[in-house]
């Protein structure tokens, strides 16, 4: 945890970075906790996105690889034509405007826990397709993202407690019959 605290601490602001020893402290309490912190920092609008590199004066330019646009946490998670595409498959609408994501809305009836470990795991999905897309030129098409994802879902079900285990399969299930 250490390691991460230190590998994370260069892409925060100082508000951020204030709050890091309560958000390291919650995401100590799940095994998930890589996960969860950048769930956290995509919440607040503060990943490493191009946007916020730029205004750090920690990259050259602050325009997205996929598009027209700034790179912002919104474009990069949910306005990007690939990244439209994986919520527009899952039935997730994205409201105009300020998002939190934890207001997104399941389009099928699962606890909002279950939910929103579902939301981290595309999220995160989405991040890495977009560093493959910056870092090694490479395309992503929204299907295998949400492959990865439905892996993600199987390699960390233990680390789910056993009673998410069936809603966790349902939105697996969901998520494949929506790529196949
Ligand atoms: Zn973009």
């Known amino acids: 945890m250490a390691t991460l605290s230190m590998d994370l601490r260069p892409h925060l602001t100082a508000a951020a970075e204030a709050e890091l020893p309560l958000v390291l402290q919650l995401a100590r309490s ?72 934890w207001d997104l809305q399941a389009s099928l009836p699962l606890q909002v826990d279950v939910w929103n470990a579902g939301v981290t795991v595309i999220l995160w999905a989405i991040w890495k397709a977009r560093n493959d897309l910056v870092f090694n030129a490479k395309t992503s098409m929204s299907s295998s993202v949400l492959r990865r994802v439905c892996d993600n879902l199987t390699l960390w079900r233990w680390r789910f407690k056993a009673v998410d285990w069936a809603p966790l399969d349902l939105l697996r299930s969901f998520i494949i019959s929506r790529v196949s």
């Open 30 to 101: 799940t095994a998930l906790c890589t996960v969860k912190l950048f769930a956290y920092l995509a919440e607040i609008d503060r990943p490493s996105s191009r946007a916020n590199l730029f205004y750090k004066s920690c990259a050259p330019s602050d325009v997205c690889a996929a598009c027209p646009s700034v790179e912002t946490g919104r474009d990069m998670f949910f306005d990007r034509p690939m990244s439209a595409m994986i919520w527009a498959r899952l039935d997730v609408p994205i409201p105009a405007g300020r998002l939190s994501v």
